[in-house]
């Protein structure tokens, strides 16, 4: 029986693209790379991030520190931050078919709460952190923590990295098409389902059973 709904943040509850790439920018002169465009980006979200670092001339090891920066430098717009359409409305009929809600997410508590807050997003249960390719351990420790199967929780993401998180947790994963990553990137790494809408993830849940 499906007990919980996990959710990513960025790309998948809010649309956080125009935010994240002004961030990304402003650290383009430290970090030594071009100015990113909405084409480059769009490019880009077609490959995995190890594969975005070589195109951009980016060391992959140099990704958690400039991370803690982008992080920084995104809290000056969380306030400005919209849910995607039709998400506050999946998230009342989760809660009203009796899912649990939470968050696992690279962003911070900080950010991830003044978010939801400011669009009035109040029936989140749980939200916790994972370093940017760490969420795997941390979805480890959300089912310990509540004593939960494995099959008791879905994941509802919108990257690569999170499809692999799931793998690598034993858990399943609703994959979003309207975020970060482009369908392209899930063709050697499939998730469980595909999402193109957010009643999509009711459905899913329903699927599942609960």
Known sequence: ?????????????????????????????????????????????????????????FPLYKIPFAFIEFLLLYKEGTDQLQLFPGIKELLTNLEDANYKLA??????????KQS???NKIENVDDILVASIFGKDKVIK???KKHRLKASEVLYVG??????????????????????????EVTKENKPDFYAHQPQDIFSIAQSIGG
């Open 1 to 57: 029986m499906l007990k919980y709904i996990i959710f990513d943040f960025d790309g998948t509850l809010v649309d956080s693209k125009e935010h994240s790439i002004e961030v990304i920018n402003k650290l383009a002169q430290k970090y030594q790379f071009q100015n990113l465009t909405k084409e480059q980006i769009a490019k880009l979200s077609r490959y995995s991030i190890a594969e975005r670092c070589r195109m951009m001339n």
């Open 103 to 112: 968050v696992i997410s690279s962003n911070t508590e900080e950010n991830i």
């Open 116 to 118: 939801l807050h400011k």
């Open 141 to 143: 420790k959300f089912l």
């Open 158 to 183: 919108d990257e690569l990295r999170d499809i692999l998180a799931c793998e690598r947790a034993g858990i399943k994963i609703a994959w979003v098409s309207w975020g970060f990553d482009s369908i």
